[in-house]
């Protein structure tokens, strides 16, 4: 079993409608889950975190987290083109995730004019 | 505010060869982070260095070490390069002394591309 798994997608959502990202991971000790976003090419780019059970919106992204399930999703609403991407999560072991961060795989999201 | 800086952005070299790629952390970081990243994987952890030191070291052969200087930056060598070498290298800064939410996660930089011929 993979510690960090991710549909690889790719998933096809149309513009203006709400994208939805699943994430499973295996360490119950993870403490803070992360969200990067990754254009073909570049680096990943944070684009949120959470650590305690729940939902956290900043913008048109929420982050969901039921640690109970191991199971971490992102929501995008209002998809936009400019959020085609592809999306990584990645847990670590403490608060702030600035030791190991473990990423899955990657899901490619298309957003469709 | 420079972010995260890489040095050089693409490379090519032979098996067998040897390599450094270079990396300046974004200012006010103090912690080095490499990742590998292969084409369609999720980047995977090498090492971390902390105040010099190799923090944390991913499952990674003993081909893959670092450094880290007295100014932060650090250098990922890689030694008898093999054909699976061939990946993006991501460096990342983070601050494992500072405060607030702008601590949480990490700062990549661009990358380099390493081909292994």
């Known amino acids: 079993q993979k510690e960090v798994e991710q549909n690889s997608g790719p998933l096809s959502v149309p513009e203006g409608a709400i994208a939805s990202l699943n994430c499973t991971y295996s360490d119950r000790g993870s403490q803070s889950f992360f969200w990067y976003r990754q254009y073909s090419g570049k680096s990943p780019e944070l684009i949120m975190f959470i650590y305690s059970n729940g939902d956290k919106e900043d913008g048109r992204f929420t982050a969901q987290l039921n640690k109970a399930s191991q199971y971490v999703s992102l929501l995008i609403r209002d998809s936009q083109p400019s959020d085609s991407a592809t999306y990584l999560c990645a847990v670590a072991p403490s608060n702030f995730g600035n030791e190991k961060l473990t990423f899955g795989t990657g899901t490619r999201l298309t957003i469709i004019p | 505010d420079a972010g995260v800086t890489q040095s050089p952005t693409h490379l090519i070299k032979t098996r067998g060869q040897q390599v450094t790629l270079r990396c300046s952390p974004k200012s006010g970081h103090d912690t080095v982070s490499w990742y590998q990243q292969a084409l369609g994987q999720g980047p995977q952890f090498i090492f971390q260095?902390?105040?010099?030191?190799?923090?944390q070291r991913g499952n990674f052969p003993d081909r893959f070490s670092g450094h880290q200087f007295p100014n932060y930056s650090s250098e990922l060598n890689v030694n008898a390069l093999l054909l699976g070498d061939s990946a993006l290298y991501l460096c990342?800064?983070?601050?494992?002394?500072?405060?607030?939410?702008?601590?949480?996660?990490?700062?990549f930089g661009s990358g380099t591309r390493l081909t292994v011929v």
């Open positions: 990342a800064s983070s601050s494992l002394t500072g405060q607030g939410a702008s601590n949480y996660g990490y700062t």
């Open positions: 260095y902390y105040e010099e030191e190799e923090r």
